[in-house]
Structure formats: structure tokens, C-alpha cells
T-cell receptor
């Protein structure tokens, strides 16, 4: 089956610093990648959609200067949380879509900002 | 952000019982997906549905794509303890960015 690898799985950073999260599709080319945020006991909230080589499309209410997304290749997308603050602490999950309409998820990244 | 309505929110059942959950939307979708998520992990795809009326099985799991294209159902037969987790539906339109909208989730607990 399709494998999506997300790294790191956990990160703790100081307030004001930036954190980069990587999402890789290991055995297929991902035409589209999605970034989600999930709070405890809640569903996944779509933050942005990115297509390889083009600018990401952000959902309403998501600050694009705060959450920088780069989809430089068909197998890699990165999410950078800039100038992180404690309220940015959350579980961030990426997913990748190949040729069919199925989306496969990474393992998630638990971000804690102290 | 937009979410789909999923019910029930949570279920406590005895091992061996069957489980049903559903997802409804005000919008039409071309694809319905069902996922299971365990604590601290990303969701794992269980079943994908592509046609209205489609009924698809994956082991003890069966899912259906509603005729109206605004709903979907997931059934788990003869539940076992490892079925514990949160089940999410997701709907997608096959145009534009193909983005997926997620349901609110059904938290399943199975009592041995």
C-alpha cells in the first residue's frame, strides 16, 4: 500500500522559534498534499492544500505567513510553523493523494511550544 | 473549517456486537473515504467509495456510498477489542483541489 512518512513525530521548541515538518510519499508520486491540524479529541481540520510547483491554497482563517508550505517535488512537502507560540501546540498531520482519489496519511507530528 | 456530521459521537459496545455509524453532508461528494485513527497516530484508510450506491467490504468492515451522494455508512461486524479507535469519514469532490473534508469522528470502545 501507499506509504507516507512524516518527520519528526515529536518536536518541542521554544516560543519564537520556527519548526519545519516534512511529509514524504515513499512509493508513489503525490500530485496533491494536504496539511491538517488536530486538537485533542477533535477531528482533523484542513489547513492547506498544496500542489507540486505551485503556491498552497490555505483554508479560511489559516495564516499563510505563519504556516509556510512548500511542495517542491512530487514526493515532498514541508510545513514550517514560523515564530511558534504555545497556542500553536497541536498534532499536525499531512496526507498525500496519488492518481486515484484516495489520500494516505503520515504518522503525524506532535508539536509542543514551550 | 467545514466538517461533515458524523454519528454517533461515541459508542461503547460488547465484543462480538455489530457497529454502525454514518456521515452526512449538505454537499454532494464524489468520493467517500473511511479512516481509523489510534492515539498519537495518523488516520489509516479502511475503505474508499467512488460511486453512488456502491457497497464495499474490507474484512469485517462494510461501507456504503449513499444514493444521494450526501451520506455514507460504515458497519463493523462481530467487533473485537482491537477495533477500538476513532473512525472518521471523509468526503471529496473530484475537481479543483480534491480536498477532503472530515467528519467529526466516532469514538468506539469495545468491552471484552
Amino acid at each position: 500500500g501507499a506509504v507516507v512518512s512524516q518527520h519528526p513525530s515529536r518536536v518541542i521548541c521554544k516560543s519564537g522559534t520556527s519548526v519545519k515538518i516534512e511529509c514524504r510519499s515513499l512509493d508513489f508520486q503525490a500530485t496533491t498534499m494536504f496539511w491538517y491540524r488536530q486538537f485533542p479529541k477533535q477531528s482533523l481540520m484542513l489547513m492547506a492544500t498544496s500542489n507540486e510547483g505551485s503556491k498552497a491554497t490555505y483554508e479560511q482563517g489559516v495564516e499563510k505567513d505563519k504556516f509556510l508550505i512548500n511542495h517542491a517535488s512530487l514526493t515532498l512537502s514541508t510545513l514550517t510553523v514560523t515564530s511558534a507560540h504555545p497556542e500553536d501546540s497541536s498534532f499536525y498531520i499531512c496526507s498525500a493523494r496519488g492518481v486515484r482519489s484516495e489520500a494516505f496519511f503520515g504518522q503525524g507530528t506532535r508539536l509542543t511550544v514551550v | 473549517g467545514q466538517q461533515l456530521n458524523q454519528s454517533p459521537q461515541s459508542m461503547f459496545i460488547q465484543e462480538g456486537e455489530d457497529v454502525s455509524m454514518n456521515c452526512t453532508s449538505s454537499s454532494i461528494f464524489n468520493t467517500w473515504l473511511w479512516y481509523k485513527q489510534e492515539p498519537g497516530e495518523g488516520p489509516v484508510l479502511l475503505i474508499a467509495l467512488y460511486k453512488a450506491g456502491e457497497l464495499t467490504s474490507n474484512g469485517r468492515l462494510t461501507a456504503q456510498f449513499g444514493i444521494t451522494r450526501k451520506d455514507s455508512f460504515l458497519n463493523i461486524s462481530a467487533s473485537i477489542p482491537s477495533d477500538v479507535g476513532i473512525y472518521f469519514c471523509a468526503g471529496s469532490v473530484t475537481s479543483g483541489t480534491y480536498k477532503y473534508i472530515f467528519g467529526t469522528g466516532t469514538r468506539l470502545k469495545v468491552l471484552a
